[in-house]
């Protein structure tokens, strides 16, 4: 779709409007119900809580992309993109809101180093953004070793 062209004639553009933000509205709830559930399976295990901020961080660069799609209207680009900030400054807070309630300070440190953002798309490499597409490694039958990091 980021490729994509469509003329915008007043009965596409509605519907096609209406069902993007319907789309995006219930994947920003998926996304924040999965962290929640990923959260609450983290018991303070700081490993685990780093795994469910970089995977919404991760949601959310996935709604981003979908919210600069090239064949969008800018007013709808700019809704999406806003909705998207509010709730990722939201969580946000009221992690670090919630975290200052742990007393060593670990929580919140943990919180502010890994931020639930939304980084700008634009200056992003593409290779750095993930696509939900398998990468080329694994689709040609080379695979590179992983490196496995034990903390």
């Known amino acids: 779709m980021g490729n994509a062209q469509l003329e915008?004639?007043?009965?596409?553009?509605?519907?096609?409007?209406r069902r993007i933000h319907e789309v995006f509205d219930s994947r920003l709830k998926l996304a924040g119900e999965h962290f929640q559930r990923?959260?609450?399976?983290?018991?303070?295990?700081?490993?685990?809580?780093?795994n469910a901020l970089l995977g919404i961080r991760k949601?959310?660069?996935f709604l981003a992309r979908l919210s600069t799609l090239s064949a969008l209207p800018d007013m709808v680009k700019q809704s999406l993109?806003?909705?998207l900030q509010q709730f990722a400054e939201r969580t946000q807070s009221s992690l670090e809101s919630s975290a200052r309630a742990d007393r060593s300070g670990k929580t919140l440190d943990l919180v502010?180093?890994?931020r639930i953002c939304?980084?700008?798309?634009?200056?992003?490499?593409?290779?750095d953004i993930p696509s939900g597409q398998p990468n080329s490694s694994a689709t040609n039958g080379?695979?590179?070793p992983r490196r496995i990091i034990l903390t």
């Open 118 to 127: 939304v980084p700008d798309i634009s200056v992003l490499p593409a290779r």
């Open 142 to 144: 080379t695979t590179q």
């Open 112 to 114: 502010r180093r890994n």
């Open 8 to 17: 915008w004639t007043s009965g596409v553009a509605e519907r096609i409007t």
């Open 38 to 50: 990923d959260i609450h399976h983290a018991q303070g295990h700081a490993t685990l809580q780093t």
């Open 59 to 61: 949601k959310l660069i």
């Open 81 to 83: 993109q806003q909705s």
